[in-house]
């Protein structure tokens, strides 16, 4: 690795332990690739101790559209909550809401299992499903108008993630995504509805990458492992004192106190 990539991902990772623990935001430091945004992941997630046993339990993963590259962040374990949740004394420095459903491993997967699976197969290792709240937020001056690649660094602008109770996935093998309605309702906003409207067409499109991507060191990845796996709704706002819902018929519903 060159030296001035090296150098690159240092300040990186310094710039975002320093704004994580001071609370203040930090003008985004230009990385290379997302090899050097995936190191500043890491590096932040050692400097902060976020994963004792060196195994993360919780990820986000997606992209735009199918033919994108994929990306995915481990998430900070104190950040993530089960509905109904209370954030009235949690500091954020934007309030970004996005709908979602998360899924868990039902199996350990290790990267020999991960390089095998296709989207079939990896719809197998699930057990089961839940509506979840991404809050989005950015450790960066420039918001969510930072580079990609330091997007990409700060945990793809990860805030903290809601869960809604656990459903069996084994009913949702089959399921029609293009027919599941999302809704989602901020404070007395009008309700924004949703109809098929994941990027993916299928919520576990995403499960082969993140699984490669996390297995990619040797790494296992863990039963009861779960991953949210993106948007149905863009990116919507909230403020301070909002009441948050997401609800996806027939999988649940979560909520998010603000």
């Not at 719809?123 to 839940?130: F, G, K, L, S, Y």
């Not at 084994?170 to 399921?175: E, L, P, Q, R, V």
């Not at 993106?230 to 996806?248: K, N, P, Q, R, Y």
Request: proline residues 6%; neutral net charge; contains cysteine.
């Amino acid at each position: 690795m060159p030296n001035d990539t090296k150098a690159s991902i240092s300040s990186a990772v310094r710039a975002l332990v320093q704004a994580r623990q001071s609370g203040r935001c930090t003008a985004a430091v230009p990385l290379p690739d997302a090899a050097s945004a995936y190191a500043v992941q890491e590096g932040v997630a050692h400097a902060l101790g976020w994963f004792a046993d060196g195994v993360p339990r919780h990820w986000k993963s997606g992209g735009p559209s199918r033919a994108a590259v994929l990306t995915h962040a481990p998430l900070p374990p104190a950040g993530v909550w089960a509905s109904p949740a209370d954030a009235r004394n949690w500091a954020f420095n934007l309030r970004g809401i996005e709908a979602e459903v998360a899924l868990r491993l039902g199996r350990d997967v290790d990267a020999t299992m991960a390089a095998q699976l296709d989207l079939a197969a990896a719809r197998n290792v699930i057990d089961a499903i839940c509506v979840s709240i991404e809050v989005v937020d950015s450790r960066w001056t420039e918001g969510l108008d930072a580079p990609a690649l330091a997007k990409l660094a700060d945990l793809q602008s990860h805030g903290a993630l809601v869960l809604s109770e656990w459903v069996p996935f084994a009913a949702f093998m089959a399921h029609d995504w293009a027919t599941q309605v999302c809704r989602v309702t901020i404070g007395h906003a009008p309700v924004v509805e949703r109809r098929g409207s994941h990027a993916m067409g299928d919520p576990a499109f995403v499960l082969p990458a993140w699984l490669r991507h996390a297995t990619q060191n040797g790494s296992r990845v863990h039963a009861g492992t779960v991953v949210t796996t993106g948007t149905w709704c863009g990116i919507l706002h909230a403020a301070a004192g909002d009441v948050v819902s997401a609800e996806f018929p027939g999988i649940g519903k979560a909520v998010l106190q603000f």
